[in-house]
């Protein structure tokens, strides 16, 4: 039976199960779905931070671009997942304010805008994804509105849903 | 009992004691709000609450609520940020009485009427902090102000990336406005760095056991 699973803010989710992973209001955080088609196994990361740089990684390892792609990976390997036939896309990343001179620490920005961290995300998740030979069939990120993510892991298909632009599929 | 990071709890009189810079910052607030749009403004007593960070989206009706945010950074003696928020509701009858125009225009937030809110969270923001200042002989100083209107929890992530991550538990003080006669519900919402609630506390006479 396939269910509705919650992937809330540095989360991680995996199925076998043909479940929806829902992700709500996604700001600069970047939603990363990892799926191998033939197999009918996916994975949701809610990625809210780039570099782990060591830290909290054991607690929650979806909270960053650079341990989540990895552990999604294994996670859906270890589902019956084939390597080689793994495909990922990739929603969000948006820059919601523009505030001149923030500070945002943990992009290790002393000043200018904090406004990176959507992009840097995506940025992060690609080089990680690159790594691992993960090609990107579908990307819905940037832009400055936020995105819910139902992400049918049978499928593939991506339905992201935002305030300004309505219903897509991806 | 809401507990910060370190598993502390606030007491009641530690509650009390934030409440009551929220009560000075709202007699602030209101008198700056009404010399804005010559209107009369009130401002209730405000609730003070310890509320933990993936709650708040449901003061505003859900993550995927659309809401209007005012968000700024506070610097000084002690950092952190603040989020005015606002139900889209809630944002278009303050804009709508704050600037009048055209009952055409009343589900449009117009650039002039996102400029008020605009405005509308930095002065509650300022009060809030001034009052704030005067309690504890703290110096604050709060950023220019950004504004969205989107789902709640796409402006509350950002705000989380900003804030490093380090508070699970926020502070939210909740705020009724009243112009000409209309109640309308915003929540401010603080965002202590780490350390900076104690350091308040503190000053407020008030500290962690």
Avoid: W
């Amino acid at each position: 039976m396939s269910d509705l699973v919650n992937v809330g803010v540095a989360d991680l989710k995996v199925s076998d199960n043909s479940d929806t992973l829902v992700s709500y209001g996604l700001g600069s955080c970047v939603a990363v779905a990892i799926f191998d088609p033939v197999k009918k196994v996916g994975g949701l990361a809610h990625v809210m931070l780039p570099e782990s740089r060591g830290k909290e990684t054991a607690a929650a390892p979806g909270k960053f671009a650079d341990t989540a792609v990895p552990h999604l990976v294994q996670e859906l390997v270890r589902l019956g997942a084939r390597p080689k036939g793994l495909k990922c896309k990739l929603v969000g990343g948006a820059q919601m304010f523009e505030i001149p001179g923030s500070r945002n620490k943990q992009a290790g920005l002393a000043c200018g805008p904090s406004a990176n961290i959507g992009a840097r995300n995506v940025e992060a998740v690609k080089q990680a994804l690159e790594e691992l030979k993960v090609p990107i069939v579908g990307e819905e990120t940037g832009g400055n509105h936020g995105r819910t993510v139902r992400f049918d892991t049978s499928s593939g298909v991506i339905d992201i849903t935002s305030i300004y632009f309505g219903q897509s599929a991806l | 009992m809401a507990k910060d990071k370190s598993g502390r709890s606030l007491s009641e009189l530690q509650i009390d004691a934030l409440r009551e810079a929220g009560n000075i910052g709202a007699g602030n607030a209101a008198i700056a709000l009404s010399q804005m749009v010559s209107k009369k403004v009130g401002l209730s007593t405000p609730k003070a609450s310890l509320m933990r960070l993936s709650n708040v989206p449901e003061l505003v009706g859900g993550p995927e609520a659309p809401v209007a945010g005012v968000y700024l950074n506070v610097t000084g003696d002690c950092s952190g940020s603040i989020l005015l928020l606002l139900e889209e509701e809630s944002a278009l009858s303050l804009a709508g009485l704050m600037v009048p125009g055209d009952i055409e225009e009343a589900d449009d937030l117009t650039v002039v009427k996102k400029s008020a809110l605009q405005e509308t969270g930095s002065i509650l923001s300022a009060s809030y902090l001034n009052a704030l200042g005067q309690l504890t002989g703290l110096f604050f100083k709060p950023s220019v102000p950004g504004f969205a209107v989107d789902m709640a929890g796409a402006i509350l992530d950002y705000v989380l990336v900003d804030l490093a991550s380090s508070a699970d538990y926020v502070l939210v003080v909740e705020t009724d406005f009243m112009v000409s006669g209309v109640k309308v519900l915003g929540h401010l919402v603080l965002f202590p760095d780490l350390g900076t609630l104690s350091k308040i506390l503190d000053r407020l006479g008030v500290p962690f056991e």
